[in-house]
């Protein structure tokens, strides 16, 4: 089922993050974080494709130190991925890892100490073209908001981001974009939505500190979801106590699933019941492991039976219906082959990896005539 997504983004001023752009009507960025040591410069390269390869757009790091800036120096030598600098406290770090090429500087208001060093800050990002974030978050607000609002809330949060907005109008800077994280949903959606309409800078969503692999995806899918789905956000960071890599995965499946952004596989799945009539659990794990290396876009349904198998596969590209005594497979809606459940993830593996192949030269082509 092809349909276009429904959501009418809101209109937000572009920066670049590297050749990403964020905002103006770019596509949604995923980005994640490095928790490699910074220092181990083999080790965080390392993650840092791995997190690339994934599919992420923007890689942040770390940089808690000088040492770990003059690691940064070496990190940037061997990575063409956009990097963000993650800068708290020191704010002579933002300025050491600006001279060694950073994408980006991100720094927290509630942290990074007096005007002056941030005018610093802002300076060195002007001379050297290079955007900020400002990163405002519930577990690290000015110690006077705390004390204003007894404790994190919405207001308190829109309150820190609008001291730094007006800080950076001043000193006439307006290359930044902007985060209010807190791992409560409620907390996290409310100060988005009243920032969202009072600025027009783009916006870096995320709930803080979700949580594990499955409880972060949920509340992730759920804060951010909501968000999306109001036009909210131009770039975005699921936080999970797991594998950057996951955060990436678990990114594009929101951006998939609201049809903001597509790479790779869409798989159609049945949960499996006792009418199925091959292991749908077993065969969907196999595919999704054997396939992950696809990028290009397109929709593989596996349908367990005939109930529901033929009409979703024939909305797809390639689509699968169990059956007795062989199972279905669709090409382009039509029936094209049948398969035995020996043979059926091998079968299937194939057929999907022509099509991508199909997929990729029809878009290559589409690409050299534009």
């Known amino acids: 089922m092809h349909f276009e997504s ?69 990190i940037r030598q061997q990575i063409d991925t956009p990097l963000v ?80 907005i007006q800080y950076f109008d001043e000193l006439d800077f307006h290359e930044y974009k902007l985060s209010l994280k807190a791992s409560d949903i409620f907390m996290t959606v409310e100060a988005y939505r009243k920032i969202a309409s009072q600025i027009d800078n783009p916006l870096h969503l995320g709930i803080t500190e979700a949580g594990g692999l499955r409880s972060g995806t949920v509340k992730s899918s759920i804060g951010l979801g909501l968000l999306l789905m109001d036009g909210i956000g131009d770039t975005l960071r699921v936080s999970l106590a797991a594998d950057p890599v996951q955060e990436i995965k678990v990114g594009w499946d929101m951006l998939r699933s609201l049809k903001l952004r597509n790479r790779g596989i869409n798989f159609i799945a049945c949960p499996s019941c006792s009418r199925q009539n091959f292991d749908v659990i077993k065969t969907m794990n196999e595919l999704e492991e054997r396939l992950e290396d696809i990028v290009v876009p397109m929709d593989v349904a596996v349908i367990g039976c005939i109930v529901n198998g033929p009409g979703e596969a024939k909305e797809a590209d390639i689509g699968l219906a169990g059956g007795s005594p062989n199972n279905l497979i669709y090409q382009d809606g039509k029936p094209n082959s049948k398969t035995k459940n020996e043979t059926l993830v091998d079968d299937l593996e194939k057929m999907i990896r022509d099509k991508a192949s199909v997929k990729e030269r029809e878009l290559a082509n589409i690409i050299a005539k534009n």
């Open 85 to 164: 600098a993650d800068i708290h406290f020191d704010y002579k770090i933002a300025l050491k890892v600006a001279e060694y090429g950073v994408d980006c500087l991100r720094i927290n208001p509630g942290n990074i100490g007096n005007k002056d060093r941030v005018r610093a800050v802002v300076d060195c990002a002007r001379d050297k073209n290079i955007p900020i974030r400002i990163g405002v978050n519930a577990g690290s607000l000015e110690k006077d908001l705390q004390k204003k609002y007894g404790e994190p809330t919405p207001d308190a949060l829109v309150e820190s981001a609008f001291r730094q």
């Open 6 to 74: 429904p959501i009418k983004r809101r209109h937000s001023r572009q920066i670049m993050v590297g050749n990403v752009p964020v905002g103006g009507g770019a596509p949604i960025s995923v980005q994640s974080m490095t928790n490699t040591e910074t220092c181990d410069v083999d080790a965080t390269v390392a993650q840092i494709r791995a997190i690339a390869d994934a599919g992420a757009d923007i890689v942040r790091v770390s940089i808690p130190s000088m040492d770990a800036a003059e690691a940064f120096k070496k």
